[in-house]
């Protein structure tokens, strides 16, 4: 069949202002924690030498104690921030919304008397927003890159690259996630809440694994568990179980996603 | 081969029933009208014969293939308009019709011819357009591909008079073609117009399934009168009944024999009024449920 991508096609095309917007406020925001970073170094520098990083170690591991370092800085206040929560949750709260706004809208009864089956249409709005993702996350990476040349701080690009090259794994799976819940709730505004309230949860569940000792295994069951920006922004390292976790995530849901669609009823009321 | 085949098709939501133990069957080049009121189950039933509904029981087969198996090759030759329309807002209808041709990996023949009956501002965002446009663009993606079955549910809502006569004469110059439709109608006349054949349907319950001719034969017209005589002196039909002084009755065949009647008498009112399709499943189907 030769229709293939086409609803793949037609969401980037319904989506390309989203992106475009998306992008150039992801690299302000870059550029503006980048260009942050001269004035507050100073006042970093004593606030570590007074053990003033004390509670966020905790909580960060040792890339608290790393805050008044650029690498640190960027990892603390891009990465873990800006990146992991605040665009997991942008990104997720878009694609629940995929499904679940063809059926509030009842505009899933046009496009499935068409002849694509239901897995298609799944996969088709999944890989539809994966422009948006890689645009987002390179746009980003050059954002850093020029902002840390113009302020002439040291930054390893190689590390930087790989760090938004194993975003793609964790990008992916947020959005695997969100359609998940885009084909389970036929409300696009209560997929797209259900989704920041799950992404929370788990973050929250990892948060406290962090600084409760004994509850640690519950970092397990949240998606952040499993990326770790300063690692490979800093070292260059990258855990390549992590990697394989996030793609096995990211699979698996949409394969549940496209089988629980094709059985369901589509119900308009 | 017949064209649509139902065996027990039946769909259940939960505990309500939408549509129970339909079997039908619609030949190549009918147009067949499924009638009945508002939540009978019409659309229960065309939602299910496309596959959005799995059925609880029974099965349904388009061009002898299993509905809920070969949906993909089924809809290569399938037009749609739903009864809900809504369209991709956000997009032209010029860029909407594109991306349905598409999707459906055929050239749209029809969609010059389309056109000139059903003209619509292609370039308009369809959120712009007034909801008889979004019908007209809802009748050209669904027939643009010269699909060999068009499945309608009401399609001629949102059309004026002089739209649905155009619609109305191109689905009889289809039907020519040797294509088969299969609509949802609440509006008699326009069954009447159209269909070869009915089915009517109640309470999710198929209670007729007939042709036109036979339905048009049990048309007729409901006679109310009041007389200045006493209105048992007035020999009706057998349906006749007296209420407050009126004395009404249905005539089914023709009026003139009850006017010339009544002209015997002093008419103080009178009222006459077209058979809906309503009275018809009060009065010819009731019993036989």
Redesign the interface.
């Known amino acids: ?3 293939w991508f ?2 793949a096609f ?1 969401t980037m095309k ?1 989506y390309y202002r989203t992106t475009i917007i998306l992008a150039i406020f992801y690299m302000g925001m870059a550029a503006m924690y980048c260009g942050m970073f001269p004035s507050f170094k100073e006042v970093l520098e004593d606030m570590m030498a007074s053990g003033g990083a004390e509670p966020f170690s905790q909580f960060f591991g040792p890339a608290a104690a790393d805050m008044a370092t650029y690498v640190g800085f960027l990892n603390l206040e891009l990465y873990q921030i800006f990146w992991i929560v605040i665009l997991g949750i942008l990104l997720g709260f878009i694609a629940a919304s995929q499904i679940s706004k063809d059926i509030e ?13 239901r897995k298609q249409i799944v996969i088709e709005k999944f890989i539809g927003l994966i422009p948006l993702v890689l645009i987002l996350n390179f746009s980003t990476m050059l954002s850093v890159m020029g902002t840390t040349i113009a302020i002439g701080e040291k930054l390893n690009f190689g590390n930087l690259f790989l760090t938004h090259l194993v975003s793609i794994p964790y990008l992916l799976a947020v959005i695997s996630i969100g359609i998940l819940l885009s084909v389970l709730i036929d409300e696009k505004m209560k997929a797209s809440i259900f989704f920041i309230a799950l992404f929370m949860g788990m973050y929250v569940l990892e948060s406290i694994s962090k600084i409760i000792p004994d509850f640690e295994s519950l970092g397990y069951v949240s998606i952040t568990h499993y990326f770790n920006p300063y690692d490979s922004l800093k070292f260059g390292e990258v855990n390549a179980v992590n990697i394989i976790i996030l793609t096995v995530i990211f699979l698996e849901v949409l394969l549940f996603a496209m089988l629980y669609f094709e ?1 369901r ?4 009321s | 081969m017949d064209i649509i085949e139902t065996k027990n098709l039946t769909k259940y939501y939960g505990k309500i029933r939408g549509i129970e133990d339909i079997t039908l069957s619609v030949k190549k080049g009918e147009i067949f009208g499924f009638l009945g009121p508002n939540g009978a189950g019409k659309t229960t039933m065309i939602r299910t014969l496309l596959g959005f509904l799995k059925p609880t029981r029974g099965g349904a087969y388009l061009f002898g293939l299993n509905i809920n198996e070969d949906g993909l090759e089924i809809k290569q030759d399938i037009g749609y308009i739903p009864g809900d329309l809504n369209l991709y807002g956000h997009l032209a209808g010029g860029q909407f019709l594109q991306y349905f041709t598409s999707l459906r990996s055929s050239d749209a023949y029809l969609l010059e011819e389309l056109l000139t009956i059903f003209d619509v501002p292609l370039d308009r965002k369809i959120k712009g357009y007034s909801k008889g446009m979004k019908q007209k663009l809802g009748i050209i993606q669904a027939f643009m591909h010269d699909p060999e079955l068009v499945i309608m549910d009401e399609p001629t809502s949102g059309l004026d008079p002089l739209l649905q006569q155009k619609f109305y004469d191109f689905l009889l110059k289809e039907k020519k073609k040797g294509k088969t439709m299969f609509l949802s109608s609440h509006i008699l006349s326009e069954v009447d117009k159209i269909c070869d054949r009915v089915g009517i349907v109640r309470d999710g319950r198929l209670v007729a399934l007939e042709n036109i001719d036979t339905l048009k034969d049990k048309k007729g017209k409901i006679i109310r009168l009041k007389l200045k005589e006493k209105p048992s002196s007035f020999k009706g039909p057998k349906n006749m009944k007296i209420r407050d002084g009126w004395i009404q009755f249905i005539a089914t065949d023709n009026i003139d024999h009850w006017i010339k009647k009544m002209s015997k008498f002093t008419i103080i009112d009178l009222e006459i009024s077209e058979f809906s399709l309503e009275d018809i499943f009060i009065h010819y189907y009731e019993g036989k449920r």
């Open positions: 069949m030769n229709n086409r609803i037609q319904d809208g009842k505009t899933i009864d046009l496009l499935m008397s068409n002849p694509v089956s059985k009823d589509i119900k308009i």
